[in-house]
């Protein structure tokens, strides 16, 4: 059984067969589900969607800098009361993109400084976003580690500095299909072996990141959580390990980290 860390099942592109995309994950041993918030209303939509399927779905609740600018006063309030729901396990996605820059920097600090406050106060772990900012990244994720209860580099695809960067801090790493892309991935599979099993997560980033060597290719090009385990046997060879193991040590790891198990104690909204 596997726990897909990242996926975006409020997507437009599952808006017609979203069930059935649950269902096909389960049936491919991939048994909990965490659905990315990325905005303020895509977060309570994260939320309700979890309802329709308990146990097997789970969301998180944040800003993605993209959506940076969008922040408004009631914006981190409301995203406290979506934090409250019980099957939100995590705040985020949120951080810092630099590389498209759709929301002014200066949004993007704003915004991402204030998520860390609300990870603070409510106790949840961070799930983390970092493209080409790395200076500023750091610089604030540091000031509040020391008060954050668990964090995850989400779709981690950086250098080697930079995983040395984020395991300094104590990170989760959260791989992709990423690794399976020969033209942009290969340096991650050596530095997939640098990662302790108690801090490695995968996950599919759906309907993003389909891996490239998947073989057949779906006819609509789009990733779902069903093929989370072909991410999982590429990490496995990556590590000269077997795929029985890393399926149960990123799942153990992941249950822990998101507190999966005791997600009925949350309350409702």
């Not at 496995?236 to 005791?262: G, K, P």
């Amino acid at each position: 059984m596997l726990v897909d860390i990242g996926a975006n099942l409020t997507n437009k592109r599952f808006q017609h067969d979203c069930q059935q995309v649950i269902e096909a994950a389960v049936g491919a041993g991939v048994t909990k589900i965490v659905v990315t918030g990325t905005t303020e209303a895509n977060s309570a939509e994260a939320a309700a969607l979890c309802e329709t399927n308990p146990g097997c779905l789970y969301s998180t609740a944040g800003i993605h800098p993209h959506h940076a600018s969008e922040l408004q006063p009631a914006s981190i309030q409301n995203l406290q009361a979506v934090s409250a729901h019980r099957s939100v396990v995590a705040i985020g996605e949120c951080g810092l993109d630099y590389n498209r820059n759709f929301s002014p920097r200066k949004d993007q600090l704003v915004c991402f400084e204030a998520q860390l406050e609300l990870a603070v106060e409510t106790g949840l772990p961070v799930f983390l976003h970092q493209r080409d900012a790395q200076q500023d990244f750091f610089r604030i994720l540091e000031k509040y580690r020391a008060q954050i209860s668990r964090a995850v580099a989400h779709c981690f695809t950086g250098s080697a500095d930079e995983l040395d960067a984020c395991l300094a801090l104590d990170l989760h790493i959260g791989i992709t299909g990423w690794i399976c892309d020969e033209r942009r991935g290969m340096h991650l599979q050596e530095l997939v072996r640098r990662i302790s099993p108690e801090r490695l997560m995968i996950e599919t980033d759906a309907p993003y990141l389909l891996p490239r060597d998947l073989d057949p290719v779906p006819k609509n090009k789009r990733n779902e959580p069903r093929f989370l385990p072909h991410i999982c046997a590429t990490v496995a060879r990556c590590l000269d390990s077997d795929y029985e193991t890393v399926a149960q040590t990123t799942t153990a790891t992941a249950v822990s980290f998101f507190d999966l198990e005791a997600e009925e104690l949350h309350d409702t909204i």
